[in-house]
DNA sequence: TTTAGGG
DNA sequence: CCCTAAA
């Protein structure tokens, strides 16, 4: 039985009053104020969030509720682990061996304005190697961040986006009836696993049962639990790997948790081969032969990407089995390409009903982030009026975000601890630690870790709709908040990478441009490759639109209804498909210049030939595809048709028009032939 | 991935 | 601009 899930990582649930434990914190905090300075304190503040919900959901169920008090939740998920830790031959450490296994990157997408502001921003993320910083176009469409690595004189210029990544550890881990262990093979290794990753399990278990694998360890099929997790995507954390507590990035507005928008450039942060090395050590796979897979039940938790796009080619699987159970992992290292570069509107006016479902990172300025929940539904309204711009003091606040996909395969027999202890395993290998796992079914939440699923009903096809994690903080968690210190340190050695994430001063686009490799100097062309990439790529932001544009999609990106923990805890599925869709490109009316460019490309190549055109004309402005080109060429053509009173938008001079219509008169003409007068230099025209 | 077209 | 069938 294959379950997809969606995880939903809600922040809102660092309930602070009630709880001894928030209490606490409080102090904590307070102290650390004292002995850090705010900036260090907001870092505080960030991870103490990290206490919200998860929640399973297939988008069918209605939300449920927790019936329990926080209290009780948080008492009960707390002794339930420790108990269960106390028996384990081996807790939950996280051997970091692999800190590739499982990727994160969290990106924001910000919009930044205010000048006091932009100077922090540069110098913190200066530090941060991970960063990826982007030039400001569209929050909306984002595009291509990947070549604008690290350069915090960007920023300064004009910032608009931030890429924080980071990589968490592996997991490995094994308990009395449930091992698990996470790595990442070669990427032969990977790539010969994908079939079986990617088939269902059932397939999965008949090949173990084959025991192709197995011969090795005959008693393997023997063991009754065996637990499988699979598959790790890659998500998006705002932490970046190395940067210290202080030098946590200001972020004014309202963030939207975006997908990674991976295109042809973005190996800096996501190499794949990079990553297959990273993660290639001490391989298992086939080490331990393989085992069979007794009555499994087959977890397939999604924690989601918004995008619907499936696995790419570099889509990493491993699947790892070790001698007391399966484990499998499959990881993937998602890219966006360009053309399916999708953002997530985090609840933008015409579905702000949803806003439940989406991601929000917020920024609560002069406020606690325990006060501040319920108090500001929408902390982003009118945030530029009242920003003190002498305080660059922002404080995060996480209200939920999403995390790729977790595939977990467990018996049937395993027990509730097991599915807490596998869920809690992969989640923190997500989020660094400190975090424990609650399980809700139907909305209540189930306490006997000793149950098994089958006992508990969650095995059940009716039920499993209903069932849910809860992220709750872990006792271990309170030195790590006491001690942001440490902890920075820790998300430092946890995530990787220097190696993957160099800090590159590489390709920034005040590079200077190459060659064109072109081997036919034109007249003085116009080509758009010479052109800062920057002048095209960036959003339109004419002085008339920038601000109001920022403004809605400020508001567009945020608003978090201030919903209950409890009630935030379970998004629909559908929901957030639905959310999740593509969000449409930015319109960038093409200026006279570049349909001058295009027109003159098309003169000299012809129709047809768009992405010779693009590569050509074009090659430096992101924005535009070949396909935009066609297009171009395109509505070019019937503009340069029909009568001038006809036509809208900026007026494109009446002599290009002509040139468009004599160029695609004589190229339609010309395509049947085409074959035989290949003539490279054909400049057919003039 | 590109091209070609419809929407 | 988007989406996609075809190549």
């Known amino acids: 039985m294959v379950l997809e899930k969606r995880l939903e990582y809600g922040f809102n649930g660092y309930k602070v009053p009630p709880t001894p434990r928030a209490a606490r914190s409080v102090r904590r905090r307070c102290l650390f104020k004292s002995k850090a300075g705010n900036r260090q304190l907001r870092a505080f503040d960030l991870l103490a969030t990290v206490a919200g919900k998860i929640l ?27 108990k269960e830790e106390k028996n384990e031959a081996e807790p939950f450490e996280e051997k970091s061996s692999d800190p590739d296994c499982y990727e994160r990157n969290f990106l924001f997408t910000e919009l930044v304005s205010e000048a006091p502001n932009l100077k922090i921003c540069s110098n913190e993320l200066a530090c941060a190697q991970n960063d990826v910083i982007s030039r400001p176009t569209s929050g909306i469409t984002t595009s291509d961040c990947s070549e604008k690595v690290g350069s915090a004189d960007q920023l300064v210029d004009d910032d608009c986006k931030l890429r924080l990544g980071i990589s968490s550890p592996t997991v490995d881990f094994e308990s009395s009836d449930c091992r698990v262990s996470a790595k990442c093979g070669s990427e032969d290794e990977g790539r010969k696993q994908i079939d079986n990753a990617s088939a269902n399990n059932k397939n999965l278990t008949i090949r173990n049962r084959n025991g192709m694998h197995s011969s090795g360890h005959p008693e393997a099929w023997d063991r009754k639990p065996s637990a499988l997790i699979s598959s790790v995507d890659s998500v998006k954390f705002p932490f970046c790997s190395n940067h210290t507590p202080g030098s946590l990035p200001v972020i004014r ?14 190996s800096e942060l996501n190499d794949p081969s990079t990553g297959n090395k990273a993660c290639r050590p001490p391989s298992r796979v086939g080490d331990h032969g393989t085992r069979k897979l007794l009555a ?15 696995y790419n080619a570099d889509t990493e699987r491993c699947n790892y089995l070790n001698r007391k159970g399966n484990f499998k992992c499959e990881r993937s290292m998602r890219d966006y390409p360009f053309k399916k570069r999708k953002l997530y509107d985090c609840s933008s006016g015409s579905n702000s009903d949803e806003g439940i479902d989406s991601d929000g ?25 009242s920003f003190p711009s002498g305080n660059p003091q922002v404080k995060l606040k996480i209200k939920s975000f999403r995390v790729p996909e977790l595939f977990i395969d467990i018996p049937e027999t395993a027990t509730v601890g097991c599915l807490k202890r596998t869920v809690m395993k992969a989640v923190n290998g997500l989020l660094g630690g400190g975090i424990c796992v609650g399980v809700l079914l139907q909305g209540k939440k189930i306490r006997d870790d000793n149950k098994t699923l089958l006992q508990t009903g969650i095995s059940l096809d009716n039920k499993v709709d209903t069932l849910g994690f809860t992220l709750e903080p872990s006792i271990t968690q309170a030195p790590i908040q006491s001690c942001p210190e440490d902890r920075s340190r820790q998300f430092v050695h946890d995530s990787q990478p220097r190696a993957r994430y160099p800090p590159t001063p590489s390709i920034t686009h005040n590079a200077v441009q190459q ?14 490759k010479n052109f800062k990439e920057s002048d095209y790529d960036s959003a339109p932001s004419p002085p008339d639109m920038s601000l109001q544009k920022t403004a809605t ?32 490109r930015i319109r960038r009316p093409f200026t006279v210049a570049e349909v001058e460019a295009l027109v003159q490309a098309v003169e000299k190549l012809g129709t047809g030939r768009w992405r010779d055109v693009k590569l050509r004309a074009f090659e430096n402005a992101k924005h535009r595809t070949y396909v935009d080109l066609k297009d171009k060429w395109k509505t070019l053509v019937h503009t340069a048709r029909i009568s001038p009173q006809q036509r809208r938008g900026e007026p494109v001079p009446q002599e290009l028009l002509d040139r468009v219509l004599t160029a695609h008169a004589y190229w339609s003409q010309q395509q049947p032939r085409q074959h035989f007068k290949s003539q490279p230099n054909t400049c057919l025209l003039l």
């Open 296 to 310: 499994s039940k087959h977890f397939k938790v999604t924690l989601d990407l918004k995008d619907d796009e499936h």
């Open 361 to 385: 990172i917020c920024v609560v300025e002069n406020g606690t982030n325990e006060g501040e929940r319920d108090s500001s539904p929408t902390p982003l309204r009118g945030e530029h009026a």
């Open 253 to 266: 507005d309202c963030k939207k948790l975006v997908t990674r928008d991976d295109d042809e450039k973005s």
């Open 515 to 528: 060659g064109n490799g072109d081997t036919t100097p034109d007249l003085p062309g116009i080509s758009f």
């Open 56 to 82: 399973l959901d297939t988008g069918r169920s209605p939300p449920s509720v927790d019936t329990s008090s926080g209290r009780e939740q948080q008492e009960v998920v707390v002794t339930s682990v420790e």
């Open 553 to 584: 999609e400020t508001k567009a990106l945020v608003p978090i209804p201030a919903t209950k923990p409890d009630a935030l805890a379970v998004v629909p599925l559908r929901t957030l498909k639905r959310s999740e869709s593509a969000q449409r």
